[in-house]
């Protein structure tokens, strides 16, 4: 079955619906599109990670939810993440007049090069929790989720050069240039963490996170398109469109660092904040010239246990951090569709990405 043709039945909750429903329709037909894209992406993801030799097919086991730590079996498909990006990928190709069926595989290696991110990203900022559990470096050691996050990079590859279609050697092309500007937007966050909270301006901010996170989403769509045939002109016009749907999405990602439910985020209670991290929110309120701003700076001096944790969360939203971050994620997402328009002049084909990008601005996990 295409994956991207509708369910049936989608009043049906259950196991295989662990998304939490937003209360839009549109929202909720992005609930059902990732679940049909993960359906269709994870025997390819699953295939090329059994692929990999011992202790790195044990991590990516792991991570993606198919194991526990001893190898017995995991949580199951709905613990291997969201699937926004391979879900753009098949979106984007469809959009266009594509076959979405035709870009599993690219759709799946997105996802692996999606989730090499993760790894690494968890032992660079020492984390300890994602998806609910206990990240891998903190299972494994960071040697072995280091080298696996390698090794995903490394299949994400291979299954694109394995790809017989025409189109899949610019689409592997078209993720490596990605990968380096994603390292890149990494290095600047990391740097960041050297300079003085107050120091960072929110425009530096939201350069690095468009260079972390849009670049991703900006390829997933790009990829689709590319599968799809298109032309340059508009495989450029999809990638703005992802390239701005991830500003937005990070701009929810760091309003869920902060005020996320632990419940559905996976991660502790206002999480960025007890890591000290110059999130976009946090950024805009330093930089607000309020009195809260710099109660702020102050908090973020000292040490960040739970109380310090609470008043930093309520100084961020007095000096207007939260809703800057709030507004700033409906006017990118208002740009991405815009972008979208221009290589989908009749946005009643793009259904599925309006969805998608509702989802990405209404998002709780
Ligand atoms: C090279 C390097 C280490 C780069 C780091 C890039 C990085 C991790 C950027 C953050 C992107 C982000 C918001 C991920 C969560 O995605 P999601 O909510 O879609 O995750 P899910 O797959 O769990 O749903």
Redesign the pocket.
Known sequence: MCPLTPARDRSRPGKDRPLTIPDTVEAREAVDLLDRTRAAVQPEIRGACETLPGPMRRVAMYHFGWEQADGSPGPGAGA??????PALVLASCRALGGDPDRAVRAAAAV?LA?????L??DV?DEDAT??HRPTAWTVFGTADAVLAGDAMLALALRLLAEDPLPCSARASARLAEC?IE??A??QI?CAFEERLPEEVTPQECMGMATA??GA?LGASCAIGALYAGAGEEKVRAMDAFGREAGLA??FI?DLIGIWGDPERTGKPAGADLAARKKSLPVVAALASGTRAGAELAELYRGPMGAAAVARAADAVERAGGRDWAQSQAGERMSRAVGELARAVPDLGAAGDLLSLAEFVTRRN?
């Open positions: 291997g993440g969201k699937a926004i990006r996802e999606h989730n090499f991110t993760l690494h990203d660079i994602r998806r990968v994603l390292c937007g990494q966050d972390k996170t991703l999405f990070q990602d996990r």
